[in-house]
């Protein structure tokens, strides 16, 4: 039988009681949205885009989304801090169309990146994570170099795991270990010019979601047009999304390209 949005509605309305929480569905939006009653922060969930999914998946997505919006919940009403988690400190790669400041006007901690992308920072809470803001650096006197410092150093200490895929004389290198940072991976600059000191052609690198870096090897023409319909594969296929648009690596910089099919690619300058 096919889901519907008032049928969701229902089974999210069970999923969720909680006598601390409240939960309200706007049929006019059709989004339902559960919050704490003593701050009034929450999770809408937009219904049409659940829906979708059951009906291609079953019962597993609606397990998946009360796990995540649980946490997320849980994470809200914690009072999180940054002295003794320093360990715990990363830097996430988000698009430049992603908010900067919090759902409640905080300002996030971010620093520029390429034309395409931006670097956040986090601390790993585990299943999840939460997003740094001012407030939060305020209260314990941290600046932001010192957030960008220790996220740099604890990246760099992650694994670079790779898969190799060599496709029409080209070489594609997958980094995917699914801990929520392999497209900051990106900034890991030692990684990318040991790749580059090994690349035989143009080395271009693309970040389409959240939990892959591609590195790619691209030594003829038809590399351009594999990396971007790669790249816009897993662009639309990721579940935090970032950019379609995949970057030359050279002298130490990333600079966006658009690919045109059969041409060498055009600087997005």
Do not use: C
């Not at 003593?38 to 009906?55: D, E, F, H, M, R």
């Amino acid at each position: 039988m096919q889901m519907t949005s008032l049928k969701l509605k229902k089974i999210l309305d069970e999923r969720f009681q909680n006598p601390d929480w409240y939960t309200m569905y706007n049929r006019d939006k059709d989004n339902f949205r559960i919050e704490w009653r003593s701050s009034k922060q929450g999770i809408t969930i937009t219904l049409p885009n659940v829906v979708a999914k059951y009906n291609q998946k079953g019962e597993a997505v609606i397990d998946e989304l009360e796990e995540h919006v649980k946490e997320a919940l849980r994470i809200m009403n914690e009072d999180q801090q940054l002295e003794g988690m320093e360990k715990q400190i990363f830097p996430v790669i988000r698009s430049t169309s992603f908010p900067t400041k919090t759902n409640a006007n905080n300002q996030l901690i971010y620093k520029e990146h390429t034309a395409e992308t931006r670097i956040f920072y986090a601390i790993d809470l585990g299943k999840s994570y939460r997003l740094i803001d001012q407030p939060l650096i305020e209260k314990e006197g941290w600046s932001e170099t010192r957030i960008d410092e220790i996220a740099s150093f604890n990246l760099r200490s992650l694994p670079v795991d790779y898969k190799h895929d060599r496709v029409a004389d080209n070489d594609f290198y997958f980094l995917a270990s699914q801990d929520g940072y392999d497209a900051s991976r990106i900034l890991n600059e030692a990684f990318l010019e040991e790749m580059k000191a090994n690349s035989k052609g143009e080395m271009a690198v693309a970040v389409p979601h959240q939990d892959v870096l591609i590195v790619a090897d691209v030594q003829n023409k038809t590399g351009y047009d594999i990396l971007a319909q790669m790249t816009m594969k897993f662009f639309a296929e990721g579940r935090i999304p970032i950019t379609s648009l995949p970057m030359i690596y050279e002298e130490k910089q990333l600079e966006p390209i658009f690919i045109l099919a059969k041409n060498r690619p055009e600087t997005d300058n």
